[in-house]
């Protein structure tokens, strides 16, 4: 089967112009040509897909979501089977891929089966790399201890994520990898949901995070490492991980440090600020298990604002940045191009810069050179969006504007007349 979308304005992802009157080729579920309809050959007897007055682009990458579901109230969410919570999480999953993302790492919440059924078409969603669970220390960010005297099993069907010390470090980086993690996430701070720690606490030794990079690396894996607070950035990217999820509270070393090991930087800008915003325009979406989340959130929300000097420094000396949205069970969950828009007001990015980043540069942290471009030889993920974003990013938030949603070669969502 052969499909050729035609007469719209390419954006094939890797910073070039755009191109008027572009055409994609796509055989097989891969794009076998693209580019000005001067150049390209239209096969006979093609299915043709009009995109006339409309921009083409590749499939947007997200490199930090949670895909899985969790009810915000905690008390419900104990009340859940491990199955309801499963089928709600086909829910998160689907709008998604319906919002424009056709691929994505999941930071903690989603095994293998989840991508594995996702790859079979079982059910829809983004293509998945999965890290199955964010591994804690003792008292950390991933251990849901709660003052009653025990923990919570968020997801019923991931492995313990609590360790300490670099022998149990070494073992579950091992176990996670025998279970199918494409990386490894590690918490090396605390974090704003967090009961029994402080945002800003360093969390893990330097030789335990070493030896979690030293264990993936064995297995051509990487690690991906939470961390928000400055000592805990530091530590991580000293250790020599793949990427840095939030990062907030960098400063002029760590952009340093970021540029010598060639770290990936995965800010997540937009969950926290849409957070306060939420709350303003309802109050009952507070969440009263969570403690004094919402005030943490205002108090970030703060210290962030203070930050976008030194990110848009890091930004202009070359630090590497790909999109993630931290989307969760608290927010974002099909909203996830709201973030492009915090990279272009909070780090300075133009609008090209945050659709690579978005594209080929987010497929390069996940290791990927077939997907996140308009190119022969990768697979046909393929949006088109009513009007140009290069002059207002923020019409791909507009579910109404996508007209294609292409992964594979398949139409997710297809509008476009023939």
């Not at 006979?44 to 921009?55: I, K, M, Q």
């Not at 790492?105 to 059910?123: H, L, N, P």
């Not at 264990?215 to 990487?222: D, L, M, P, R, Y």
């Not at 088109?384 to 290069?390: F, I, K, S, T």
Request: proline share 3%.
């Amino acid at each position: 089967m052969t499909t050729v979308i035609h007469g719209g304005t390419l954006i094939d992802g890797s910073g070039a112009d755009p191109i008027a009157r572009g055409v994609v080729v796509i055989e097989n579920g891969v794009i076998t040509a693209a580019g000005p309809e001067s150049a390209v050959t239209v096969p006979s007897g093609a299915e043709r897909l009009d995109a006339s007055g409309r921009t083409v682009l590749p499939g947007f990458i997200d490199t930090h979501v949670h895909g899985t579901y969790r009810a915000r109230d905690m008390r419900q969410h104990l009340l859940n089977t491990p199955t309801y919570n499963v089928l709600k999480s086909t829910e998160v999953l689907r709008e998604t891929l319906a919002c424009g993302i056709t691929m994505a790492r999941d930071m903690g919440g989603a095994d293998a089966g989840f991508r594995e059924a996702i790859a079979e078409g079982v059910i829809d969603g983004p293509r998945l790399q999965v890290s199955l669970g964010m591994i804690s220390q003792t008292g950390g960010h991933g251990d849901y201890w709660v003052p009653a005297g025990m923990r919570i099993q968020k997801r019923a069907w991931l492995p313990n994520t609590v360790c300490d010390g670099v022998d149990e470090m070494r073992r579950m980086v091992r176990e996670f990898l025998m279970r199918g993690a494409d990386f490894i996430k590690i918490c090396a701070t605390g974090g704003i949901t967090s009961i029994t720690d402080s945002w800003d606490e360093p969390q893990f030794t330097i030789e335990e995070i070493k030896t979690a990079v030293s264990e993936a690396t064995t297995k051509h894996k990487g690690v991906a490492v939470h961390a928000e607070g400055l000592a805990g950035i530091k530590n991580a990217v000293a250790s020599g991980i793949h990427s840095l999820e939030h990062g907030w509270f960098i400063d002029e070393e760590s952009i340093d440090q970021l540029l010598k090991h060639d770290t990936w930087w995965v800010p997540t800008l937009a969950l926290v600020p849409l957070s306060v915003e939420h709350r303003k325009k309802n109050t009952a979406w507070a969440s009263h298990q969570m403690g004094q989340e919402d005030v943490k959130d205002a108090q970030i929300l703060s210290l962030m604002e203070n930050q976008i000097p030194i990110w848009k420094e890091a930004v202009k000396r070359g630090v590497k940045i790909a999109m993630g949205t931290d989307q969760s069970h608290r927010l974002l969950v099909g909203e996830n191009m709201k973030e492009l828009r915090f990279m272009i007001d909070w780090l300075g990015m133009s609008e090209m810069e945050v659709i690579v980043a978005s594209t080929t540069k987010a497929a390069e942290c996940m290791g990927r050179s077939d997907v996140g471009a308009l190119k022969a030889g990768c697979l046909a993920d393929v949006l088109v969006v009513d009007g140009n974003p290069l002059d207002d990013i923020t019409i791909l938030e507009e579910r109404e504007r996508l007209h294609l949603v292409m992964k594979d070669g398949r139409a997710f969502t297809n509008r476009l007349s023939a």
